[in-house]
């Protein structure tokens, strides 16, 4: 059975930092690539940040520079470094995990951005 554990979320202010952790169980964590997906209230959810099994990476353009993706391939454990954080940055975080045609979800962990 395939879990996909997110935790870190969290109320900061504004400038403030969050690290995201996921934790995976039940793939082959090195083959798949690794995603941050983000879906804020009466949003469309949408591609944070992904990473390949061998560490290479892309950002959603609103978070380069800001946030930073990496993974623990001996730990099955992907992060969300998360810098410079905006209000608009508040919505549901979720990890996601794929691999070919599957595909794995979260539960989702709040990031809440004050102003």
């Known amino acids: 059975q395939v879990q996909l554990v997110e935790s870190g979320g969290g109320l900061v202010q504004a400038g403030g930092s969050l690290r995201l952790s996921c934790s995976a169980s039940?793939?082959?964590?090195?083959?798949?690539?690794m995603g941050w997906y983000r879906q804020a209230p009466g949003k469309q959810r949408e591609l944070v940040a992904a990473?390949?099994?061998?560490?290479?990476?892309n950002y959603a353009d609103s978070v380069k520079g800001r946030f930073t993706i990496s993974r623990d391939n001996a730990k099955n454990t992907v992060y969300l470094q998360m810098n410079s954080l905006k209000p608009e940055d508040t919505a549901v975080y979720y990890c996601?995990?794929?691999?070919?045609?599957?595909?794995?979800w979260g539960q989702g962990t709040q990031v809440t951005v004050s102003s």
């Open positions: 990473i390949t099994g061998d560490g290479n990476t």
């Open positions: 039940g793939i082959i964590f090195r083959i798949n690539v």
């Open positions: 996601n995990a794929a691999f070919g045609p599957n595909i794995n």
